[in-house]
């Protein structure tokens, strides 16, 4: 089976049996592609990504920093830890608060 998900990503070394890996399963991916760190690992699935971006504010003509967390799904094939920088793919909606899907671990 090709491994070509659409985008500009590394293989994982590894395979996997998960169905809802975009390598080695039938999840697709497409819209945005986003670069977070990991701040949490939950079981062995799901990690929340917390990404910094710049709001800009009008009025002071000025930027801001901003925080946003998002949980995206973790296939078997990627090993990633507390603190790595991954890539995340958006997807299908796999939960209530999944709907991404991590496709480049650090």
Known sequence: M???IGIDVKEPKQTCEDKNC????HLSVRGAILEGEVASVIDNKTVVIQREYTQ???KYERYEKRRSKLRAHKPQCIEVNVGDTVK???CRPLSKTKSYVVV???
């Open 2 to 4: 090709s491994a070509d």
């Open 56 to 58: 800009k504010i009008p």
């Open 22 to 25: 975009p390598f080695h399963g």
């Open 88 to 90: 995340i793919a958006e």
């Open 104 to 106: 480049e671990g650090g």
